[in-house]
């Protein structure tokens, strides 16, 4: 009996890789960076099923170049790379991977703020250049984050699970959402706000938005003129989500005092700013990037891809 024909545009953690060859006909062997358009182009048109990540990006023209393809399965939470209304037009089914991915884009959100708050990057880079010479009371002073108010954009899961840390630092939680969500068990405090109210009363703030037209540019020159000047904004959502050139003046002018990112507006590019200025934290997009979560994703990815190839409802289809 042959294996499906699945096509993979990114090289995976090794167990799931295991599966996939397995269980599939790889069309392709994939490798470690994004695949050139052709190379993109011609594994959709040989697959039955796809595995791919956000930096592919699969158009209508690709959708009806691809006569077989069935799933696509987006190892990724997001989906704006794909479009759905392509998909659906051609009845292809499009997936993601939420949930599984949840606690440790919540953990980076977090590893960021103190990194951030605290000047961990610089700090590091004093000792490991050899340029520490000692204790000294005013040495890269920081800022406190035991009970200051952390600003929540978006309180899906993620943003929900950023806000479930706080407790332990005892930081009263502002948050703003399409919807206003009942206040849980655990969290009964949590006051729902406009976007204007939580930039305007947060010490902290992180996103966790989904790219759409609405949310490009959330946050920009006005909304950062918002915040307070010894505020910092985290972002592990999203790039596009902020305006990187009215963060970086805001940044220059004193406006903000901290940024840490995990995402950018033209990933893997950033800009120049960001590089030279000392109290931002950048990262290379690191937010789900624990081997548990990454199997989990993959493993995520396969149920729905052999769900539609056995006829059966996607877990987690999302057109």
């Not at 592919?56 to 794909?82: C, F, K, M, S, T």
């Not at 305007?200 to 989904?210: A, G, Y």
């Not at 590019?269 to 789900?288: D, E, I, K, M």
């Amino acid at each position: 009996m042959s294996l499906p024909a699945l096509y993979v545009s990114r090289l995976l953690p090794p167990a799931v890789m295991s599966v996939l060859t397995e269980r599939f006909r790889l069309v392709a062997q994939p490798g470690p960076l994004p695949p050139e358009k052709q190379s993109l182009r011609k594994g959709l048109e040989e697959a039955e099923a796809a595995i791919c990540t956000l930096t592919e990006q699969i158009d209508r023209e690709a959708l009806h170049a691809a006569p077989r393809l069935r799933v696509i399965a987006n190892y990724a939470v997001g989906y704006n790379n794909i479009d759905l209304d392509a998909a659906k037009d051609r009845g292809i089914v499009v997936t993601n991977t939420p949930d599984v991915l949840t606690e440790a884009t919540a953990d980076m959100a977090w590893a960021l703020l103190l990194a951030t708050a605290r000047r961990i990057p610089e700090g590091h880079g004093l000792v490991q250049q050899g340029a520490w010479t000692g204790w000294e009371p005013t040495q890269l002073l920081g800022a406190d984050v035991y009970e200051k108010t952390l600003g929540i954009v978006g309180m899906g899961r993620i943003g929900n699970a950023v806000a479930r840390r706080a407790a332990g630092f005892r930081m009263p939680i502002v948050y703003c959402n399409r919807t206003a969500p009942a206040p849980s068990d655990t969290a009964p405090s949590w006051r729902h706000l406009s976007l204007q109210k939580v930039l305007s009363e947060s010490d902290f703030i992180s996103l966790h938005v989904p790219l759409t037209p609405s949310t490009r540019h959330l946050i920009g020159a006005a909304e950062l003129r918002l915040m307070r000047p010894t505020a910092f904004l985290i972002n592990t959502s999203r790039g596009p989500a902020i305006d990187e050139a009215a963060l970086v003046d805001a940044l220059r002018e004193r406006r903000l005092a901290g940024a840490g990112l995990d995402v950018y507006e033209q990933e893997p590019a950033l800009h120049p700013g960001l590089r030279s200025l000392a109290q931002v934290v950048t990262l290379p997009h690191l937010g789900s990037a624990t081997l548990s979560a990454r199997v989990r994703m993959g493993m995520v990815c396969i149920e729905n891809i052999r769900a539609v190839l056995e006829e059966r409802p996607a877990p987690n289809r999302v057109n």
